[in-house]
């Protein structure tokens, strides 16, 4: 009896690793639909604003805390154009964790899907290396949609980062000012199956893409190829 229990412990062991990759490339994967399905809109994001983006996160189905007022939490990815200066291809995925803020309540509480443009260097560095928070360490503001946004754009993008949400079809601006940002290292290690940083990911090509990235990676090399900012 105990050689049996000591053998199915050694395979749940075995097992475990191999789950937590799973989950991560689901939301990998996820990630990629989301994105396809934005640019695919016809009042989507502007493409001045896309082409001038360092970073793009892109956070699957956050949901609202049950209780709390206005608290969330979502999982999702950042890929960044590569290099120092970002002006190389996107990179790999680097897995992300939005936690906190008040825009539950605005949202009604049902599942919703979050973009994350970062518009600056320092924005990109600071996320990459530790929590930020929206609206406190990097300044963040709702971002311009469709053929209208040039009468907002000299406002929202002085901003370092420039958020929208898409919940029941609809896809529009948001502020996520309040909620926090950060590198999720554990996921990171379940994906790649190695400690590997957010920095190292994006800076040093530490790892390859993953298989469950293709979606992603392609739509946004098809969309934004360069990185048009001065």
């Known amino acids: 009896m105990k050689k049996i229990i000591i053998v199915f412990s050694l395979l749940a062991l075995v097992a475990m690793p191999a789950l937590g ?14 994105i396809r399905e934005i640019m695919n809109i016809p009042d989507n994001v502007p493409q001045d604003v896309i082409d001038k983006a360092d970073c793009v996160v892109v956070l699957p189905s956050v949901l ?18 590569s290099g120092k200066n970002f002006h190389g291809p996107w990179s790999a ?9 008040s825009f539950g309540l605005q949202l009604g509480g049902q599942a919703t899907d979050f973009v994350l443009l970062l518009m600056s260097p320092r924005s990109a560095s600071s996320i990459l290396g530790s929590k930020v928070k929206l609206g406190g360490d990097v ?33 529009a601006g948001i502020s996520l000012a309040g909620s926090t940002l950060r590198p999720d290292n554990d996921a990171n290690k379940k994906l790649y199956g190695k400690e590997v940083s957010a ?3 994006v800076f040093n090509k530490a790892v390859p893409a993953p298989k469950s990235a293709s979606v992603l990676l392609a ?12």
Do not use: H, W
């Open 21 to 34: 990759q799973e989950k991560e490339e689901e939301r990998v994967e996820n990630a990629g639909k989301v």
């Open 64 to 81: 609202k805390f049950a209780f709390g007022i206005g608290g969330s939490y979502g999982r999702g990815v950042m890929t960044c154009r």
């Open 93 to 101: 995925p680097t897995m992300m964790a939005l936690e906190g803020g």
């Open 139 to 171: 300044s963040a503001a709702a971002g311009p949609v469709g053929r209208n946004a040039s009468a907002e754009t000299d406002v929202s993008l002085r901003a370092e980062i420039l958020s929208y949400s898409r919940a029941r079809g609809l896809f």
């Open 199 to 201: 920095k190292d990911i």
């Open 219 to 230: 739509t946004l090399r098809k969309r934004s190829p360069k990185n048009l900012a001065k």
